[in-house]
């Protein structure tokens, strides 16, 4: 059965720094492909950002390309999503979803919001 926990999430001034972290249990991280989405109050769910474990390819959406990076760690099964120079438009809860997908680029966050496993969610929260 696929887990995936997330945490990280907390309350920072604009331009600060967060690092969401995304553990896995019940599959192999090399053979799927791991998506941070965010929803805030009232708005739709984005896709932020994935990475393929299996080659590390990555994508970013144009509102977090340049601030947010996405990394893996196959010894602690666990996917990063370190977020800098943070907004108050970057608010909301953030979700870790697997799939396994062939899936390129934005395609892959397609797919796993239709066919992912997903965490519980952290909340981040970017506020003067």
């Known amino acids: 059965q696929v887990q995936l926990v997330e945490s990280g999430g907390a309350s920072v001034q604009p331009g600060g720094s967060l690092t969401l972290s995304c553990a896995g249990s019940?599959?192999?991280?090399?053979?799927?492909?791991i998506a941070w989405f965010r929803q805030a109050p009232g708005k739709e769910r984005e896709g932020v950002s994935s990475?393929?474990?299996?080659?590390?390819?990555?994508y970013y959406a144009d509102s977090v390309k340049g601030r947010f990076t996405i990394s893996r760690d196959y010894a602690k099964h666990t996917v990063y999503l370190r977020m800098d120079s943070l907004k108050p438009e970057d608010t909301g809860t953030y979700y870790c979803?697997?799939?396994?997908?062939?899936?390129?680029?934005?395609?892959?966050?397609?797919?796993?919001?239709?066919?992912?496993?997903w965490g519980q969610g952290t909340q981040v929260t970017v506020s003067s």
């Open positions: 979803a697997s799939a396994k997908t062939t899936s390129r680029g934005a395609a892959v966050i397609d797919d796993l919001a239709r066919i992912g496993s």
């Open positions: 019940g599959f192999t991280l090399a053979y799927y492909a």
């Open positions: 990475i393929h474990s299996h080659n590390g390819e990555t």
